[in-house]
């Protein structure tokens, strides 16, 4: 690293040119956005019971995602891939791709496969034992990929992207990001992700709200659903969304 009173030079990493790599595929892909929220001021309630009754250790991101994965499961059209050969491939597996920071503030790729025959306990595992890892791996095929230019990366980006199964292995099915959480106030991101679906969770929000002729302070997370318009109508986004406030409304119980 070179520095001196005006500014400070260090190297683009790899794990950033990962990053940009996606962001620019994901730029071609027509996604509609659905902003919304949710209330969870039940489920974080009942969270606290199970962690101080039951010594149960669940958080909120690991619950939003078997609620995210456990409505895709129902209807697994949301996740499905098009072909070069214009064939819509289905899959049954849920295979989320799910960006975990590191202890060192690193993002580390992180893929759940076949999260939707995990329950959100072993969800919650399989995210512990990724953040355990110190640094990301990065064995010697990718990072001669990465010497590439960047235009035939992109090329080879296009290439998996119309083969299902290679997408299906390189980046998952879905998109899940926490990233909002770790900010304050209001807040809702706009996702750029390289799967048909995906789910960015933002910051949680207290408001009152009006019920049973009284006005009482609920939580409520900011969340954003991002579907491919070619694979996913706006109708079926909105059923999604309603049938997902649903699911993390009442699959609390079932833990």
């Known amino acids: 690293m070179k520095s001196n009173n005006e500014y400070s030079v260090q190297p683009f990493t ?88 590191l202890e060192n503030k690193t993002v580390k790729p992180h893929i759940v496969r076949s999260a939707n025959q995990l329950k959100a306990l072993e969800l919650e595992q399989n995210i512990i034992s990724a953040k355990k890892e110190e640094k990301i791996k990065i064995d010697s095929k990718q990072k001669t990929f990465m010497t590439f230019p960047s235009f035939l990366r992109i090329l080879f980006y296009k290439y998996w992207m119309k083969r299902p199964l290679k997408r299906k292995l390189f980046f998952g099915t879905a998109y899940f990001s926490a990233g909002g959480m770790f900010s304050k106030g209001q807040l809702w991101g706009i996702p750029i992700p390289m799967q048909t679906i995906g789910l960015f969770v933002g910051t949680i929000e207290k408001k009152p709200v009006f019920e049973n002729n009284t006005t009482t302070e609920k939580e409520f997370i900011c969340l954003t659903l991002s579907v491919d318009h070619s694979i996913v109508d706006g109708a079926q986004q909105a059923r999604f969304i309603s049938r997902l406030k649903q699911n993390i409304a009442t699959l609390i119980d079932q833990i």
């Open 14 to 101: 790899l794990e950033r040119k990962l990053v940009e790599d996606a962001n620019r595929i994901g730029q071609t892909i027509p996604f509609i956005h659905g902003i919304f929220d949710a209330d969870i001021t039940e489920v974080r309630s009942k969270i606290k019971e199970l962690r101080n009754s039951k010594k149960i250790n669940l958080s909120l991101s690991a619950y939003l995602l078997h609620c995210f994965v456990s409505t895709i499961n129902e209807t697994k059209q949301v996740q499905a891939c098009k072909s070069w050969n214009n064939k819509v491939y289905t899959f049954n597996e849920v295979d989320v791709f799910f960006p975990i920071e």
